[in-house]
C-alpha cells in the first residue's frame, strides 16, 4: 500500500460547540483567526478527541479498585462539556460519509475547505493496509466501502491519480468492479449519475398507498429502514439524478451484488418480488396508463409527505445519517436549495460530524449524549463517587442536562408519521432528534431517580414526569415479554425476506433484545420503589413477563445474544441485571450458574475477556486475541450480579483493568465495542471510563464483602 499522507489542518484551531442550537448538540467549528482562537482557548474535551496534549491534575497511585475508579473519573470529568453531557466520538460505519458527500455535492452545496480536508484525511487513514475500506472500520475491504469512499474522495476533490487512488481503483477492479456493488451502494451512485436507476431493484413508494392492515405495509418496519425506505422510493420514484459529473460508471446490473459484500443474501420472495416489479416499472412511463391511473405522482406524494413528516418530528436531525443524506437531497429535488426546508436541513449537517485524531467522520447519530451521560451518572452515585467531595459540580451538571433531556410531548407529527409516543421518554442522543428508544429511556430514568437520591442535588424531575416516562416503558413491551428498540413490533419475522439491503442482518423488523429488555425492567422496577402506587399491577405483571423472556433467550451454552454492543459478554451482563432483580443469583438459579460457568471459562490468561465483533456476525463467541478492559468491566459486573462466589475470579479482572489505567487515570482506546444489525460495528469510546470506573467501583464492595 503506498504511503501518501493526506495534508492535515492545524488541529489547534478546532472548538466542539455544546448546545448552540438545541439542548445537548455537539459542533465542532474551525477558528481562522489568532485573536478568535485566544479568546476561546481549546479546552480538555477537544484536545482529547484531537490527540492533543492535555493538562489534567497529578493523581496518587491508585492502592484499591476504588482508588482507581476514582482516578478514572478525575479524567474522565475533564470530558465533560460545559452543560453538564459527556461529549463522545461515535465512528465505525463506512458507509456514511460518502452518502452525506454525494447529498452535498448534487445539491450544489460544498464543505469548508478544513471540513474537505479533514473528512479526505479520516477516509485515508481509515483506509485498510489491503487498500480500501469495508463496511465498518474494523472490517476487510469490501465493494460497497471501497467504491463509495473512492466516489467521495473524487467528489471532495482528490483527482483520479492523486495519491493511492490509482492504487484504489485497482483493488475495485479486482473485486469484480463498481456495478457489483449493493443495493444502497447503487441508489447513491445513482442520485450521483454514476450508474442508473434502471440498475436499481425497484423501490416503489407505492407500498405507502397500502392499507395499514396489509402484513407488509412499511409503517410495520424498523424505524430506520422505514425511514431510509420512505426517501428513497421518492428519490426512486422520481428518478433523481445529479447535475452530470464526470464520475461515470456506465454498466448496468441489477442483481449482481459482489458476493464479499453480503450478509443477508436476497430471500427467494424477493426476488420473485423484484421481478414482477420490473414489469411494473414499466408502466408509469406509458402515458395512457399514467394519465388514467397516476399512481406513481400519488404514491411520490405520499412519501414526500412522510418524509417532511420526519423533518419537522426531529428539527431536521432525522432519525439517524443515512435518512439524513437521502431526505435532504428529497427536499432539495422537490422544493430546491432556496426552500427553507432544504436550509434546514444544510443547518443540521455539521451535527453528524465529529473531529478526532484521524480526521473528520460522520457518526452512526448525531451523538451518543444521553447514552453515555445516563451510564456514568449511575456508575457514579453506586460507586459512591458521587458523594465524594470535588464532584458534585460534575454530578449536578449531568443532572442538569438529563433534565432537559426529557422529551415532554409527543412529536407534532405523531399519528400521521406513524410514530410511537415520545412522552416522557429519553433519546439517545438529543431530545431535539425526538426519538424514544426503549433502553435510553429506561437508562436516562434511573440515571435522573440515583442523582436526585443524593442529598445534594435539586430535584428537577418531578413524579409525573417519571410516570409518563414508565407509561411509556409500559407501552413497549412485546406479547414475547421483550422489549425491542423503538418501537413495538409491528409486522412478521417473515418480512426479512424482504431485506434488500443486503450488507445488514435482522433490519426488516424492530426485535427483542435482552439488553432492552433489562433496561426497561430494570427502570421499572427501581421506579416501583420510589412510587409503589403508581400502576402496580402494571408494572408487577410487566416486569415478570419481561424476566420470562430473559429466560426464553437464554442460549443453551449459559449466554445471551447482544446485538447493540459485543456480544455475548455485553448481553450476559444485562441479562444477568435482570435476574438479580429478579432474586436469582448463583446459589439459587440453574440459569446464572450456567451463565457464570459460560463467562468464566471464557476469562483469559491475563484475568481478562476479549470477544470482537465477529461474534455478533456468526453467533459462535469469536475470541479476541487481547483481552479488552470494556469487557472485562462487563464479565465483573455480570459476575457480580449473579454474586458469583469464586472471588478470585473477580480479583484478577479487575487488577487487568488496573493494570491498564495509566498514571493520568486514563485507559487507552482498545477494540471496537459496539455492533447493529449484526454486520457493522460502531464504536463505544467512552465505555473504556464508564464501565471500568463502574466494575472497579462494584468490585471493590463485593470483594470486601
Ligand atoms: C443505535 C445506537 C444506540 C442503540 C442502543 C441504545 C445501544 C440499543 O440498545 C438500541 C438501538 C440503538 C438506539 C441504535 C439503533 C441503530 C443505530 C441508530 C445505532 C446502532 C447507531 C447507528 C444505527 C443506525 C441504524 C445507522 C444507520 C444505518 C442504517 C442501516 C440505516
Not at 27 to 36: G, I, N, P, T
Not at 468 to 484: E, H, I, K
Not at 514 to 536: H, M, Q, V
Request: aromatic share 12%; with cysteine.
Amino acid at each position: 500500500m503506498s504511503s501518501y499522507k493526506p495534508p492535515t489542518t492545524d488541529l489547534t484551531g478546532w472548538r466542539l460547540k455544546v448546545g448552540e442550537d438545541s439542548h445537548g448538540q455537539q459542533k465542532w467549528v474551525y477558528l481562522r483567526d489568532e485573536a478568535q482562537r485566544k479568546s476561546w482557548p481549546q479546552g480538555n474535551v477537544e484536545k482529547y478527541w484531537l490527540g492533543l496534549e492535555m493538562h489534567t491534575p497529578e493523581l496518587q497511585k491508585p492502592k484499591t479498585p476504588l482508588d482507581a475508579a476514582r482516578n478514572g473519573f478525575e479524567f474522565y470529568k475533564e470530558l465533560q462539556s460545559e452543560d453538564g453531557h459527556f461529549s463522545t466520538e461515535y465512528g465505525g460505519p463506512l458507509f456514511l460519509i460518502p452518502g452525506l458527500v454525494i447529498a452535498m455535492s448534487v445539491c450544489g452545496q460544498s464543505f469548508t475547505a478544513e471540513q474537505s480536508t479533514e473528512l479526505k484525511r479520516y477516509l485515508l487513514n481509515k483506509r485498510r493496509k489491503e487498500g480500501g475500506w469495508g463496511l465498518h472500520t474494523a472490517a476487510p475491504p469490501t465493494v460497497y466501502g471501497t467504491v463509495m469512499n473512492y466516489v467521495a474522495l473524487r467528489i471532495l476533490g482528490m483527482g483520479p491519480d492523486e495519491g493511492p487512488m490509482t492504487e484504489i481503483r485497482a483493488l475495485i477492479h479486482k473485486m469484480g468492479g463498481a456495478t457489483t456493488i449493493p443495493s444502497w451502494g447503487k441508489a447513491w451512485l445513482s442520485i450521483l449519475g454514476a450508474y442508473d436507476w434502471d440498475g436499481v431493484g425497484s423501490v416503489p413508494p407505492e407500498l405507502w398507498l397500502l392499507p395499514d392492515w396489509v402484513p407488509f405495509a412499511p409503517w410495520r418496519w424498523w424505524i430506520h429502514v422505514r425511514q431510509v425506505f420512505t426517501s428513497l422510493s421518492f428519490l426512486y420514484g422520481i428518478r433523481f439524478v445529479g447535475p452530470f459529473t464526470p464520475l461515470v460508471w456506465s454498466l448496468r446490473n441489477r442483481t449482481n451484488v459482489n458476493p464479499i459484500d453480503v450478509y443477508s443474501g436476497h430471500h427467494p420472495v424477493l426476488d420473485i418480488a423484484h421481478q414482477f416489479l420490473a414489469v411494473y416499472e414499466k408502466l408509469p412511463h406509458i402515458p395512457l396508463v399514467s394519465s388514467i391511473l397516476p399512481l406513481r405522482q400519488v404514491a411520490n406524494d405520499r412519501a414526500y409527505q412522510l418524509l417532511s413528516y420526519e423533518d419537522e418530528n426531529t428539527g431536521y436531525q432525522t432519525i439517524g445519517p443515512v435518512t439524513k443524506a437521502f431526505n435532504m437531497v428529497a427536499r432539495y429535488a422537490r422544493e430546491g436549495a432556496d426552500s427553507e426546508a432544504f436550509k434546514a436541513h444544510l443547518s443540521r449537517v455539521d451535527d453528524f460530524l465529529w473531529l478526532s485524531k484521524e480526521g473528520l467522520m460522520m457518526m452512526g447519530t448525531n451523538g451518543s449524549q444521553l447514552w453515555d451521560t445516563a451510564f456514568i451518572a449511575q456508575a457514579a452515585v453506586e460507586t459512591g463517587l458521587a458523594n465524594e467531595k470535588g464532584n458534585e459540580e460534575s454530578v449536578n451538571g449531568m443532572l442538569d442536562w438529563l433534565d432537559k433531556a426529557q422529551m415532554r410531548e409527543n412529536p407534532k407529527w405523531y399519528n400521521e408519521g406513524y410514530r410511537h409516543r415520545t412522552k416522557g421518554a429519553w433519546p439517545f442522543s438529543t431530545p431535539e432528534q425526538n426519538y424514544t428508544v426503549s433502553d435510553c429511556t429506561a437508562e436516562g430514568l434511573k440515571a435522573v431517580m440515583a442523582l436526585q437520591e443524593l442529598d445534594y442535588t435539586s430535584k428537577p424531575v418531578n413524579l409525573e414526569r417519571m410516570r409518563d416516562a414508565v407509561d411509556t416503558l409500559l407501552s413497549m413491551q412485546n406479547p414475547t415479554g421483550g422489549f425491542a428498540s423503538y418501537e413495538l413490533q409491528r409486522g412478521s419475522k417473515k418480512l426479512e425476506w424482504f431485506n434488500a439491503a443486503e450488507v445488514f442482518g435482522n433490519i426488516m423488523i424492530d426485535y427483542e433484545y435482552p439488553e432492552c429488555t433489562t433496561s426497561a425492567l430494570s427502570a421499572l422496577k427501581y421506579f416501583s420503589k420510589l412510587d409503589p402506587k403508581y400502576r402496580a399491577s402494571d408494572i408487577e405483571r410487566t416486569v415478570s413477563k419481561a424476566i420470562e423472556y430473559i429466560h426464553d433467550v437464554q442460549k443453551p451454552d449459559g449466554s445471551w445474544y447482544g446485538s447493540w454492543g459485543i456480544c455475548f459478554t455485553y448481553a450476559t451482563m444485562f441479562a444477568l441485571e435482570s435476574l438479580s432483580i429478579a432474586g436469582e443469583t448463583w446459589a439459587n438459579s440453574e440459569g446464572v450458574k450456567l451463565a457464570c460457568d459460560f463467562l468464566v471459562k471464557k476469562q483469559m490468561a491475563d484475568g481478562g475477556w476479549g470477544e470482537t465483533y465477529m461474534s455478533c456476525v456468526t453467533g459462535e463467541y469469536a475470541q479476541h486475541e487481547k483481552s479488552q478492559v470494556v469487557q472485562t468491566a462487563w464479565a465483573i459486573l455480570a459476575l457480580i450480579y449473579a454474586q458469583y462466589p469464586d472471588k478470585t475470579v473477580v480479583d484478577r479482572a479487575t487488577r487487568l483493568i488496573m493494570s491498564r489505567q495509566k498514571k493520568d487515570g486514563r485507559w487507552e482506546q482498545e477494540d471496537t465495542e459496539g455492533v447493529f444489525n449484526k454486520n457493522c460495528a460502531i464504536d463505544y469510546p467512552a465505555f473504556k471510563f464508564i464501565f471500568c470506573i463502574w466494575a472497579l467501583g462494584r468490585a471493590d464492595k463485593y470483594l470486601k464483602s
